[in-house]
């Protein structure tokens, strides 16, 4: 199994520019979840999905940023505008079913100038 | 949520016994206990998980409490390659979104 596969590894973008990140989970796997790290804040879930339903967003940090899950085999995580505060990795998560465990991508690097 | 509290930091020299505690008073009867470890530049990974028993794996072996308040994640032998922060979180069921706190940093010497 490929694992966890997220794109871009890595972003740079100026400030007001939209950014889309991508993920896809292993197949099979019914949660997904979006976090993000920063070395203020370290790991923060943002939201996550099960069955492709969005089940928490709380945290969300705004309406600048949003999350779909359009079919089980592909999520997006999109920010709009982006600002310098956004810059982080964000990694994307899928969960084995039957034990709970979470297999993560290797994240995505934004830098927002 | 319940809440765990893990030291910030931890040494260990290369090919000794690690053990990193974790603190989780507030436990719930459903709750299972997940470490998860994270080296650098890379994404978390699942270490081990449990209920009420001791679980080995061939990572790592879990010693949980008899009252659950407490866990041990035990490393038998240390390896430079178990460099990273580790991670004790508590959740109810599969399915939950587990909550990072900031984990334990283990350096380990040669």
């Known amino acids: 199994d490929a694992g966890v596969i997220q794109s871009p590894r890595h972003e740079v973008t100026e400030m007001g520019q939209e950014v889309t990140l991508r993920c896809k989970p292993i197949?099979?796997?019914?949660?997904l979840f979006w976090y993000r790290q920063t070395m203020m804040r370290g790991l923060e879930l943002l939201i996550y999905?099960?069955?492709?339903?969005?089940?928490?967003d709380s945290g969300m940090p705004e309406d600048r940023f949003s999350a779909k899950m359009p079919n089980a085999s592909f999520s997006t995580l999109k920010i709009q505008p982006s600002e310098p505060r956004d810059s982080a990795v964000y990694f994307c998560?899928?969960?084995?079913?039957?034990?709970?465990?979470?297999?993560f991508g290797e994240g995505s690097r934004l830098t927002v100038l | 949520d319940a809440k765990t509290t893990q030291p910030n930091s931890m040494e260990s020299n290369e090919e000794e016994p690690v053990h990193l505690p974790c603190n989780h008073s507030?436990?719930?009867?459903?709750?299972?206990i997940h470490w998860y470890r994270q080296l650098p530049s890379q994404g978390p990974e699942y270490v081990i998980h449990?209920?009420?028993s001791n679980v080995n794996n061939r990572m790592a072996s879990l010693a949980i409490a008899e009252d659950r308040k407490s866990s041990t994640l035990i490393l038998h032998r240390a390896t430079l390659r178990d460099a990273a922060v580790y991670y004790c979180?508590?959740?109810?069921?599969?399915?939950?979104?587990?909550?990072f706190g900031k984990g334990t940093t283990l350096s380990v010497s040669s």
């Open positions: 197949s099979g796997h019914n949660s």
């Open positions: 998560a899928s969960e084995r079913g039957d034990t709970g465990e979470l297999f």
């Open positions: 979180i508590l959740t109810w069921q599969a399915g939950t979104a587990l909550i």
């Open positions: 449990g209920l009420t």
């Open positions: 507030t436990i719930s009867g459903t709750d299972y």
């Open positions: 999905f099960n069955n492709n339903v969005p089940i928490d």
